[in-house]
């Protein structure tokens, strides 16, 4: 059990606070069995808000890449761009390298929701990859999307015509 909020041990929680600590870092300096949710509830029944300045430092902000010039419409539809976490750069300036448009250069780490999720190769190799290249509609590129996706054959060689003659004789 603690001893209570003193108040001595509230002007140290006040002091602490706006100097920026955490609350675990608090909680372990009043010692006496405070925790870190007990001086979280304090520091809100008290109303303080302002902080000196952040408990822990301010995380980088996300920096959207430079535009690429546009393709010439006679080229075939190319991969969405792969958004990477941002890192932070060295004082000489790196130019990213193209992303090719071949099938084959995506993996699961850098497979999209509108790329192409044919997979080529040997699964169980280390050159397994998948096509990568913009999906039109699903989840297969146009080309691999005529493969998969074979049009139904019907049987009998019946047409449209005679199929439909033959239903209504069933009303009539």
Same mark, same amino acid.
């Given at each position: ?51 000196? %300045? $952040? &408990?822990? !430092?301010? +995380? ?5 890449? #430079? *535009?690429?010039? @546009?393709?010439? =419409?006679?080229? %075939? $539809? &190319?991969? !969405?761009? +792969? ?5 932070? #750069? *060295?004082?000489? @300036?790196?130019? =990213?390298?193209?992303? $090719?448009?071949? !099938? ?14 044919? =997979?080529?190769?040997? $699964? ?49």
């Amino acid at each position: 059990m603690t001893a209570g909020w003193t108040e001595d041990r509230v002007g140290a929680l006040k002091k602490l606070w706006l100097e920026g600590q955490s609350a675990s870092q608090i909680a372990k300096q009043l010692g006496g069995g405070v925790t870190r949710n007990a001086v979280i509830g304090k520091v809100h029944r008290l109303g303080l808000s302002g902080r000196a %300045a $952040p &408990s822990q !430092p301010a +995380r980088a902000t996300f920096r959207p890449s #430079r *535009p690429r010039p @546009a393709a010439p =419409p006679t080229q %075939a $539809p &190319s991969a !969405p761009r +792969r958004i990477e976490a941002v890192q932070p #750069r *060295p004082a000489a @300036a790196q130019v =990213p390298a193209p992303m $090719p448009d071949l !099938p084959g250069t995506a993996t699961v780490m850098t497979l999209g929701a509108h790329m192409c999720k044919w =997979p080529i190769g040997d $699964p169980s190799s280390n050159e397994f990859s998948f096509c990568g290249r913009r999906s039109s509609e699903g989840v297969y590129c146009v080309e691999h999307a005529r493969v998969a996706y074979q049009p139904q054959v019907r049987k009998g060689g019946k047409d449209g015509a005679s199929e439909l003659a033959r239903s209504l004789r069933r009303y009539i």
